[in-house]
């Protein structure tokens, strides 16, 4: 079993940044892709950034500028950059990750900014 560990989520003022970052525990070796997803309240899960293990990384719509997604393979963990963070922006952010042909997801995260 894996486990997504997500960590650095909270309340910002806009124009903030924050940095989320993702563990991948358990079971975790072999792993294809891992990325981030947010869901805002009443509203559907979108793709934020995925990063895949040749190195490439995808952006959803939208996402390109203030979102820089990274990772360290050693430690199978990705992070999340957001920058000039806007009220729009919160929502729970999901970790994802893609093994084999099964798809892991964290607990989620939450992402607050104020205006």
């Known amino acids: 079993q894996v486990q997504l560990i997500e960590s650095g989520g909270g309340l910002v003022q806009a124009g903030g940044s924050l940095r989320l970052s993702c563990e991948a525990s358990?079971?975790?070796?072999?792993?294809?892709?891992m990325g981030w997803y947010r869901q805002a309240l009443g509203k559907r899960r979108e793709m934020v950034a995925r990063l895949i293990k040749s190195g490439v990384r995808l952006y959803g719509d939208s996402m390109k500028g203030r979102f820089t997604i990274s990772g360290d393979n050693a430690k199978n963990t990705v992070y999340l950059q957001v920058n000039s963070l806007k009220p729009e922006d919160t929502a729970v952010f999901y970790c994802?990750?893609?093994?084999?042909?099964?798809?892991?997801w964290g607990q989620g995260t939450q992402v607050t900014v104020s205006s």
């Open positions: 358990g079971s975790a070796a072999g792993i294809d892709a």
């Open positions: 994802y990750a893609r093994i084999g042909d099964r798809d892991y």
